[in-house]
């Protein structure tokens, strides 16, 4: 309860300690001549707040009258029962204060002319000093404390220093993983857990699909600093959308500091132009190196309706080639595995290796004059290439009759009078490369199923989409159905006339 | 811990960059004002709390991010606020101009019932004012907003004008639960300490 004072009153029961050198005579003697100084050395109040046992704050008011217990009633004489109590100050008036200046005893006294009881009673006088609310200066007080509470509150919201609000990614390359690290201090009073939040512009992801963040969690103690690293990633999987501008290399990170505020980081660059991602239609007009023609333009240059058109705009006003057969890049690829490749065996499964890899990539899309690497990353490389095509060899358009005809040999072959020319090339094309293969099985140890196995994949290759709303039985079946409409192409002579 | 307030009410400040979002929350929080010019890059928050006709009110106050390039971002924050307070520099007429594209975030993104109040802000350098008292007074009349021109610098109206929100957003209230008694109950709000997501206001009303 709300109080300044108290003031401890009653019957406390405490007794001058008798002994044997102190007998209850002694006292009686003491107290008719007033020798209370005497006597309180053996009060047993006064020793327990000496030894802080009880009371030890509250002050009492000196004593100067007779014990006050016990006489036998009706009189002022001291007990002469059998009992003959020893004479104790039993009746005591306490006080206390935070500020004890605020109380001020003005008297204590005894009242021996009450003789109604064994007691007598006692007395005390106080002059208090109390407080009074002047309820305007209550209220600015009060408006002034909780402002300063406030402030104190905004002060001890989580904290921190970046070192940089902006990553900027350039140039870019097809499947080169790159990555920037943003570091993140903690400069405020306390802990803070970070992380960060999904925002709709992204479908609910932290992050585009391209982009990783790790750790995407941390706890950060005061004064310590964690280091996340930023990774940009664009593969087959994304690519396409990058080349037909349906994304581009810009995203804002929501930092969120839990319990304080949110902080925006920006990630941009670019992507360098790359035919992987890119479609049989654009590459066929493209007769230097894609890394020569913006981004942007690469898309342009599949939508017109003519070389002529996109030549006479963008370049020069001199006659458009004509489209070439098949992708250059293609035939690149497949042309350095049928002269060096042919007796490797594991072609397809041994992956060669990511640095050469990135190599024979940059020489595709900047012109090099050779390829340089294994015939294991050159044939890793074809495989990416045949992935990553916005619309796969055979089209997508065509993929549940490819299916449907898989059994019979004459249907898979009309299916593929259905595709649209430069399809059809590529495919026959690949399929040539194919047959020329089984041809050195003896070296290479292979057989048509495998290479059926592979190819079929990424020759019919569905979309991220498809692979991820469809449960794993059927894609299995799926995955077979292709392989066996690419064997009948290995097992039995179905492109003769295309060649 | 005992709750120390009544009411929440979350309150959000927009505006073209530049036009002092962050130093007028500075100078309610504070008292204090720095013009030192430091972009707001994401969403910031500052409480205060207030006294409002014997109601103890915390506003919790987010200071966005005025650039454009943040904009698709910073309008999801919109949903949860109570009050929001548009501001423009009366030195920067692109910026007056813009109320009216912000005012359309509002209506796209925002609480239909949401309180708005417009404020032009650096008043005090009358020598390079280009929009006038009176044009600021039309366009909040146009939208049926409160208005009002102060400065972060001197402090001018910075005070009412939030205590002045915050006085609508409890009028609104207490005009809808006329039943409840407004001299001690606590139970609509449901709220806890360092509450800081998008969702929600205080108030369950």
């Not at chain 2, 009410?9 to 008292?31: A, M, N, Q, Y």
Request: proline share 3%; aromatic share 8%; charged share 25%.
């Amino acid at each position: 309860m709300d109080h300044n004072f108290i003031i401890w009153m009653g019957d406390l029961n405490y007794r001058i300690q008798t002994s044997v050198d102190f007998s209850t005579e002694i006292i009686k003697a003491l107290a008719d001549l007033y020798q209370f100084n005497k006597l309180l050395q053996h009060d047993q109040l006064q020793q327990q707040q000496k030894r802080g046992e009880a009371f030890t704050h509250f002050k009492e008011p000196p004593i100067d009258f007779k014990p006050t217990y016990k006489f036998d009633p009706s009189t002022n004489s001291w007990d002469s029962s059998e009992k003959n109590r020893a004479p104790a100050w039993c009746d005591r008036i306490l006080y206390y204060c935070d500020d004890m200046s605020y109380i001020k005893n003005l008297s204590y006294l005894s009242h021996p002319e009450m003789i109604i009881s064994d007691h007598k009673p006692v007395s005390a006088t106080f002059e208090l000093q109390v407080k009074v609310v002047v309820p305007d200066r209550e209220k600015q007080t009060i408006d002034e404390i909780s402002f300063k509470l406030d402030k104190l509150y905004n002060e001890t919201l989580p904290q921190v220093e970046l070192n940089s609000y902006e990553f900027k990614f350039e140039k870019v390359k097809f499947m080169v993983e790159r990555t920037q690290v943003l570091k993140v201090r903690n400069i405020g009073h306390r802990p803070v857990q970070l992380g960060f939040k999904p925002t709709p512009d992204k479908q609910d992801r932290i992050s585009k699909p391209w982009l990783s963040i790790r750790p995407d969690k941390a706890l950060i103690l005061t004064s310590e600093e964690v280091s996340i690293n930023l990774t940009v990633n664009i593969d087959s999987d994304h690519v396409t959308s990058f080349n037909k501008r349906t994304d581009s290399l810009d995203d804002i990170l929501v930092l969120n500091l839990e319990g304080g505020k949110d902080i925006f980081i920006s990630v941009s660059g670019d992507l360098l132009s790359t035919c992987f991602g890119s479609s049989l239609e654009t590459l066929i007009h493209v007769h230097t190196y894609v890394r020569e023609v913006p981004t942007g333009q690469l898309l342009d240059l599949s939508m017109s309706s003519s070389w002529e058109e996109y030549d006479s705009q963008a370049l020069s006003v001199r006659k458009a080639p004509p489209p070439l057969d098949i992708p250059k890049e293609l035939y690149r690829l497949v042309q350095y595995l049928l002269d060096h490749g042919l007796n490797a065996t594991a072609l397809f499964t041994d992956g060669g290796l990511s640095s050469e890899r990135e190599k024979i990539r940059d020489t595709l899309d900047t012109g090099g004059e050779e390829l340089v690497g294994s015939v294991y990353s050159v044939a890793a490389v074809l495989l990416t290439f045949l992935r990553s095509l916005e619309d796969p060899v055979v089209p997508r358009s065509v993929h549940q009759r490819c299916m449907d005809a898989s059994n019979n040999p004459t249907l898979c072959r009309q299916v593929l009078l259905q595709m649209a020319e430069v399809h059809r090339r590529c495919f026959v094309f690949i399929v040539t490369f194919l047959k020329k293969l089984l041809e050195h099985s003896q070296e290479n140890k292979m057989d048509a199923k495998v290479l059926a196995s592979i190819f079929g994949e990424v020759l019919m290759n569905s979309t991220r989409e498809e692979k991820l709303s469809r449960n794993k039985k059927t894609l299995s079946q799926i995955n077979k159905k292709k392989m066996t409409f690419l064997y009948q192409f290995l097992a039995n002579d179905l492109t003769v006339n295309y060649k | 811990m005992a709750k120390t307030y009544d009411f929440l009410f979350k309150l959000l400040l927009i505006g073209d960059s530049g036009v002092g979002k962050t130093c007028i929350l500075v100078r309610f929080s504070e008292d204090a004002f720095n013009s030192t010019f430091i972009s707001t890059i994401g969403i910031d928050f500052k409480i205060r709390t207030v006294d409002i006709e014997g109601k103890k009110i915390k506003l919790q106050i987010w200071d966005t991010a005025g650039q454009e390039r943040f904009r698709t971002i910073t309008t999801a924050y919109y949903r949860g606020a109570m009050g929001i307070m548009l501001v423009y520099d009366v030195t920067n007429e692109k910026s007056f101009d813009n109320i009216r594209n912000w005012i359309r975030n509002i209506e796209e993104n925002a609480a239909a019932d949401v309180e708005k109040m417009i404020l032009g802000n650096k008043c005090d350098l009358e020598e390079s004012r280009v929009v006038s008292r009176e044009r600021g007074q039309l366009l909040a009349e146009e939208h049926q907003v409160k208005f009002m021109e102060t400065s972060a610098k001197s402090g001018q109206n910075v005070e009412t004008a939030f205590l002045n929100l915050a006085k609508d957003i409890k009028n609104k209230m207490d005009r809808r639960n006329p039943g409840d008694d407004m001299g001690t109950s606590q139970s609509n709000v449901h709220v806890t300490a360092g509450d800081s997501s998008g969702s929600g206001g205080g108030c369950a009303c």
